[in-house]
């Protein structure tokens, strides 16, 4: 079973920046993808970003050119860099993960965006 450990949620304020960490009990390069999820209060949960194991990225609309995915499979790491914040953007984040006949899921980060 894999476990996947998120990190560097918080409290920023609108415009700020966060960096969330996930990290991999095992090697993510025998993951096919790697993604970042949200869940706002009363929502459902929704796809934020994601990378395949060859580094092809996809974002939700509402992210795209202010969150940045990447991965560094020495470190069994993913990273979502969250730029230009809004109040809209808080939720909490999962990271998941995704290979053949397998989806890992961490527990969750808080995102608090507010003045």
């Known amino acids: 079973q894999v476990q996947l450990v998120e990190s560097g949620g918080g409290l920023v304020q609108p415009g700020g920046s966060l960096r969330l960490s996930c990290t991999a009990s095992e090697s993510i390069f025998s993951m096919n993808v790697m993604g970042w999820y949200r869940q706002a209060p009363g929502k459902e949960r929704e796809l934020v970003a994601a990378?395949?194991?060859?580094?092809?990225?996809n974002y939700a609309d509402s992210v795209k050119g202010r969150f940045t995915i990447s991965r560094d499979n020495a470190k069994n790491t993913v990273y979502l860099q969250m730029n230009s914040l809004q109040p809209a953007d808080t939720a909490v984040y999962y990271c998941n993960g995704q290979r053949p006949g397998s989806n890992y899921w961490g527990q969750g980060t808080q995102v608090t965006v507010s003045s």
């Open positions: 990378i395949t194991r060859f580094s092809t990225t």
